[in-house]
């Protein structure tokens, strides 16, 4: 089997619900996608791309902007190709069980280790200079050994999770800033500006409250979830708000640090 790995883009603003944009073309059940992608898609239709079969893993990193500034590249899913299929001018990779997301962590070091190979077998850092990662992997390429991702895979998933809980319409700001901070910690971070899925987190698309509400609540009663920072802006008291079951559910657990 062989190891691809890409880039997506993500961003902490207002999302033109009218763009199309080929990460969320398809609508999904309200549950589906909470703990693992469903698909991945490129336009590429050629290349690494066009190589991409059932049994594949495709790596996708990104790194969150904001209007405050960008957080440290991270590796954000795992796609364990099921199907492969093309539609539109587009390929489409059906994610299969083994697939994750993962939460926010640190990825530099690990981007500096990984190689990539081309369609004629000349191997190379994937890192060149000062060329943003994003520029480097628009398109996917072929990595030539994913030891250095499969370590950082085991190194995320077998550690312990930092919870952000916060406001989105006066925390967000606050938050990003207390991420950046936390992330010095070496502990991967679950905030829902990335760890959500993408079509609830990026495209603001509606689903449902109690599969929503079950699933943040599942996070942090999870063993793996060790604190939860309550990110405490003017709204973040505010009475019926996700924030304030998040709070309850932390304090429960005596799991709850306020963040002033």
Known sequence: MTDF?????????????????????????????????????????????????????????????????????????????????????????????????????????VLKKIQTKSSKGDVSPLLRGDVPVGVLLRNIREVFDNSPIIELEETINNSGLYFISYRIVDGTRLAFNFCRNLSKCNIPI???????????????????????????????????????YGINSPQYNAPYSYAQEEKATAKEHDKFIEII
Do not use: M
Request: proline share 6%; with cysteine.
């Open 5 to 109: 790995i890409h880039y997506v883009a993500r961003h902490i603003k207002k999302i033109n619900h009218n763009k199309n944009t080929a990460w969320f073309r398809e609508n999904q059940p309200d549950d589906q996608g909470f703990n693992r992608p469903a698909f991945h898609t490129t336009r590429r239709t050629t290349g690494p791309a066009a190589r991409i079969k059932p049994g594949d893993t495709i790596w996708i990193f990104s790194q969150l902007k904001s209007p405050w500034g960008n957080l440290f590249p991270s590796l954000d899913a795992k796609i364990v190709v099921e199907q492969v299929t093309k539609e539109d001018g587009k390929l489409r990779y059906v994610a299969g069980q083994t697939s994750l997301w993962f939460p926010l962590f640190d990825a530099t070091s």
């Open 190 to 228: 679950f905030w829902d500006r990335w760890s959500l899925p993408r079509r609830l987190v990026e495209r603001r698309e509606k689903v449902s409250n109690t599969a929503l509400d079950n699933y943040l609540k599942d996070i942090i009663k999870s063993p793996r979830c060790l604190k939860v």
